[in-house]
């Protein structure tokens, strides 16, 4: 081992400053260990020492390695810092306080000592302003668990030296991380790329379209979330995640892509966190979700026959499915007055399209088929106002003859998978379309930092970019809100049909 920086410190021993102690303990640097609680260093070398002993004796090091990481972190005082070529602050989150470390430091250390900070939510830039040497400071942003959280986002100030923003990522290779390059933005890449999930999901909830266990199975079952966004924000809990939310929002001046909700505020003042207190979006007993069960589909005997729409999305799919589910499909230019009427809009709510194409809305009914059948594990029909019981009952019970779940939302601009979807992949294209960060820098980033199935952009391209686009122009149209519109990255890769992870010349 010969690591880029063989001594290094790390200040603040809490979750953070632990975790980045270990992995840079095992990539063989020297460690010194300084927080300001004299306890707090001590404390944190003797449950690294369990931790290795744990390592050790599953087998994932051997005796003597284990030894050697030990003997690698020194608690210290900052006066230890003149031979380290690296310092990473982990401390607490306070710009005034932040700085003024860096300040003391810089004054200890050599001039040629790499200065970062594990920062999630200040400007690296706002940190390094007043130093003498601003161009030594990065920003080196892991995440928690730090060992298990394989990346970390290398954070450029303005005044940055590359040089030094290459040093840490090749540090981070050789931790064990992938480094992603992020420009000095709010959130960086995770915490902005994030914001789609839960602030749409929010605002689905605020709609009343559908409860957050409906929310929560459809986006699990048709995009192929490990967590709905509400069994998320519960294992996260809302004191963490419902600040970070505000943070970037106003961060960024009130950009309505990233509006908060007053939905998870007031949970937050009523101290209704999440899993931690017992109560959030699910209530837990003995740590276990309890998830209210899901309607059986209703027996229907008497099926009537069914319409497709011809502007329906994926049609040819659509009449292959209702072919295998044995409906009776009917081919004539309108529906007749039994029919069941299908829609399959992207982007409008069922009630326009019934308009639009002067259907009976009584007996219409929509399904979401911006994501291919073969590839979700449910299908998820939407009614307007005016549908018919039976009707409902009737579209129900027929998606559901295969023994496929089958969820029945209400009407809403964008189903809730084109919704979400649509606002994930919006908000990275923006990202990119800022320079942000790389688009593979992206995708590696949020899938190895929020382990969504597919990197955003990948996720718009597997649905097509021109979907995606259609939903976003579409929802604007529906609800006339800003927040819907269509990136220019997106708009252009969309338009003329191109990937969107291609860069341009
Ligand atoms: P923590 O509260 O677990 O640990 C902070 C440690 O810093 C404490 O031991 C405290 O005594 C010490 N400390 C505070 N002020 C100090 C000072 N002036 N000088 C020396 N030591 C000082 O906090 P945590 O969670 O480890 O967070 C630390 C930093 O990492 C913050 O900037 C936070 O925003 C950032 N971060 C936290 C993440 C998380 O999930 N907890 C994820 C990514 C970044």
Same mark, same amino acid.
């Given at each position: 081992?010969?690591?880029?920086?063989p001594?290094?410190?790390?200040?603040? *021993?809490g979750?953070?400053?632990?975790?980045?102690?270990?992995?840079?303990? !095992?990539?063989?640097? @020297? /460690?010194?260990l300084?927080?300001?609680?004299?306890?707090a260093?001590?404390?944190?070398?003797?449950a690294l020492?369990?931790?290795?002993?744990?390592?050790?004796?599953?087998?994932?090091?051997?005796?003597?390695q284990?030894?050697?990481?030990?003997?690698?972190?020194?608690?210290?005082?900052?006066?230890?810092?003149?031979?380290?070529?690296? /310092?990473?602050?982990? =401390?607490v989150?306070? &710009? %005034?306080?932040?700085?003024?470390l860096?300040?003391? =430091?810089?004054?200890i250390v050599?001039?040629s000592?790499?200065?970062?900070?594990?920062?999630?939510?200040?400007?690296?830039?706002?940190?390094a302003?007043g130093?003498?040497?601003?161009?030594?400071?990065?920003?080196?942003?892991?995440?928690?668990?730090?060992?298990?959280?394989k990346?970390?986002?290398?954070?450029?100030?303005l005044?940055t030296?590359?040089?030094?923003?290459?040093?840490?990522?090749?540090?981070?290779?050789?931790?064990?991380?992938?480094?992603?390059?992020?420009?000095d933005?709010p959130?960086?890449?995770?915490n902005?790329?994030?914001?789609?999930?839960?602030t749409?999901?929010?605002?689905? /909830?605020?709609?009343g379209?559908?409860?957050?266990?409906t929310?929560d199975r459809i986006?699990r079952?048709?995009?192929?979330f490990?967590?709905?966004?509400f069994?998320?924000m519960? @294992? +996260?809990?809302?004191?963490?995640?419902?600040?970070?939310?505000?943070?970037?929002?106003?961060?960024?001046? !009130?950009?309505?892509?990233?509006?908060? $909700?007053v939905i998870?505020?007031?949970?937050?003042?009523?101290?209704?966190?999440g899993?931690?207190?017992?109560?959030?979006?699910?209530?837990?007993?003995?740590?276990?979700a309890?998830?209210?069960?899901? *309607?059986p589909a209703?027996?229907?005997?008497d099926m009537?026959?069914?319409?497709?729409?011809?502007?329906?999305?994926?049609?040819?799919?659509l &009449?292959?499915?209702?072919?295998?589910l044995?409906?009776?499909?009917?081919?004539?230019?309108?529906?007749? *007055?039994?029919? @069941? +009427?299908?829609?399959?809009? @992207?982007g409008?709510?069922?009630?326009?399209?019934a308009?639009?194409?002067?259907?009976?809305?009584?007996?219409?009914?929509?399904?979401?088929m911006?994501i291919?059948?073969?590839?979700?594990r449910?299908?998820v029909?939407?009614?307007?106002?005016?549908?018919?019981?039976?009707?409902?009952?009737a579209?129900?019970?027929?998606?559901?003859? %295969?023994?496929?779940?089958?969820?029945?939302i209400?009407?809403s601009?964008?189903?809730? $998978?084109q919704?979400?979807? *649509?606002?994930?992949?919006?908000?990275?294209s923006?990202?990119? !379309?800022?320079?942000?960060?790389?688009?593979?820098?992206?995708?590696?980033?949020v899938t190895?930092g929020?382990?969504?199935?597919?990197?955003?952009?990948?996720?718009?391209?597997?649905?097509?970019?021109?979907?995606?686009?259609?939903v976003l122009?579409?929802?604007?149209?529906?609800?006339g809100?800003p927040?819907?519109?269509?990136?220019?990255?997106?708009?252009?890769?969309?338009?003329?049909? &191109?990937?969107?992870?291609?860069?341009?010349s």
């Amino acid at each position: 081992m010969n690591p880029t920086f063989p001594t290094i410190a790390v200040i603040g *021993a809490g979750a953070m400053g632990r975790g980045i102690a270990q992995i840079a303990a !095992q990539a063989g640097s @020297l /460690v010194r260990l300084v927080d300001n609680q004299a306890e707090a260093s001590i404390q944190a070398k003797a449950a690294l020492a369990d931790q290795w002993d744990k390592l050790a004796a599953k087998g994932k090091l051997d005796a003597a390695q284990a030894q050697a990481c030990k003997d690698r972190i020194q608690p210290g005082t900052l006066s230890d810092l003149a031979d380290c070529q690296m /310092v990473v602050e982990a =401390i607490v989150e306070r &710009l %005034d306080v932040k700085r003024s470390l860096f300040a003391q =430091i810089e004054d200890i250390v050599a001039p040629s000592t790499v200065l970062a900070t594990n920062t999630s939510s200040l400007s690296v830039t706002a940190i390094a302003a007043g130093l003498k040497r601003p161009g030594q400071l990065a920003g080196f942003h892991f995440f928690n668990p730090v060992p298990l959280m394989k990346v970390v986002e290398v954070i450029a100030g303005l005044k940055t030296d590359p040089a030094v923003a290459q040093g840490l990522a090749r540090y981070a290779r050789e931790m064990g991380h992938t480094p992603v390059q992020a420009a000095d933005t709010p959130g960086f890449i995770v915490n902005h790329a994030g914001r789609g999930y839960n602030t749409e999901a929010l605002r689905i /909830v605020s709609e009343g379209v559908a409860d957050f266990a409906t929310i929560d199975r459809i986006l699990r079952d048709q995009v192929g979330f490990k967590l709905g966004p509400f069994e998320l924000m519960d @294992l +996260t809990a809302l004191d963490v995640s419902h600040p970070v939310m505000e943070s970037v929002y106003n961060q960024y001046y !009130q950009e309505p892509r990233y509006r908060p $909700s007053v939905i998870t505020a007031q949970r937050l003042a009523g101290g209704v966190l999440g899993r931690k207190t017992g109560q959030g979006f699910y209530n837990y007993l003995d740590g276990k979700a309890q998830v209210p069960a899901e *309607a059986p589909a209703p027996e229907v005997s008497d099926m009537p026959p069914v319409w497709v729409s011809t502007r329906a999305a994926r049609r040819a799919e659509l &009449l292959q499915l209702l072919k295998d589910l044995g409906a009776k499909i009917e081919t004539g230019q309108s529906p007749s *007055a039994q029919a @069941l +009427t299908l829609v399959a809009p @992207l982007g409008f709510d069922v009630t326009t399209v019934a308009v639009v194409e002067r259907l009976d809305p009584a007996r219409t009914v929509g399904i979401d088929m911006l994501i291919e059948d073969a590839a979700t594990r449910r299908r998820v029909l939407a009614s307007n106002p005016a549908t018919r019981a039976d009707m409902k009952a009737a579209a129900h019970a027929l998606f559901a003859r %295969d023994g496929k779940p089958v969820s029945l939302i209400r009407d809403s601009g964008g189903f809730i $998978s084109q919704r979400v979807v *649509a606002t994930i992949v919006n908000i990275a294209s923006d990202m990119c !379309q800022q320079g942000i960060c790389s688009p593979a820098d992206l995708e590696t980033a949020v899938t190895l930092g929020l382990g969504y199935p597919l990197g955003p952009l990948a996720m718009g391209n597997r649905w097509g970019p021109t979907n995606v686009l259609e939903v976003l122009f579409n929802m604007q149209t529906v609800y006339g809100d800003p927040r819907y519109r269509p990136s220019p990255w997106l708009h252009r890769r969309g338009a003329i049909g &191109l990937s969107l992870l291609q860069e341009e010349s």
